[in-house]
């Protein structure tokens, strides 16, 4: 029987200049994801989507060295405030990482935190930071352009 020590948590945030429920909702809206949850920005994801709490997803992310499938099941979707998933993934591991997505309105627009936890490695941590980081980017590209 084999075990994984996970790792601490990875925190990720950015301010996002769009009301709290329209970023939300780009988080659960299979349309939305596909443009913004990329690591390519010209390149959308294949997403499928079952926003409930229950509810799987499946983002299948394309690079330069081929397709890496995302997938995970909704725990908690409060609208607009928190969404909470796991996130089973090459790079994650399928043993349930879970991400919190907290939103919080401010004068900017809403800060959208990215927490990460149950990652299996160190290196996961460092390229789910940076990930993370792209994707954000990727989703204030995509509410500014639908302001």
């Known amino acids: 029987m084999s075990t994984i020590a996970m790792v601490d948590k990875l925190v990720v945030r950015r301010t996002i200049a769009a009301s709290a429920k329209d970023v939300f ?38 690079s330069d060295t081929g ?19 796991t996130w089973n993934s090459p790079f994650a591991g ?3 990482s879970r991400v919190t997505v907290d939103f919080h309105p401010n004068a900017g627009g809403t800060e959208v935190v990215v927490t990460h936890e149950k990652l299996p490695t160190e290196l996961a941590v460092g390229q789910h930071r940076e990930g993370w980081a792209l994707c954000l980017a990727g989703l204030e590209r995509h509410m500014a352009k639908r302001a």
């Open 25 to 62: 909702d780009a988080w659960i809206d299979a349309r939305a994801l596909a443009a913004w949850m990329t690591p390519i920005s010209d390149r959308a994801s294949d997403v499928t989507v079952d926003a409930r709490v229950g509810g799987k997803f499946e983002i299948v992310m394309h």
């Open 94 to 96: 399928d043993h349930g």
């Open 67 to 85: 397709t890496v499938p995302h997938r995970g099941v909704y725990e908690v979707i409060d609208r607009p405030r928190r969404l909470v998933f």
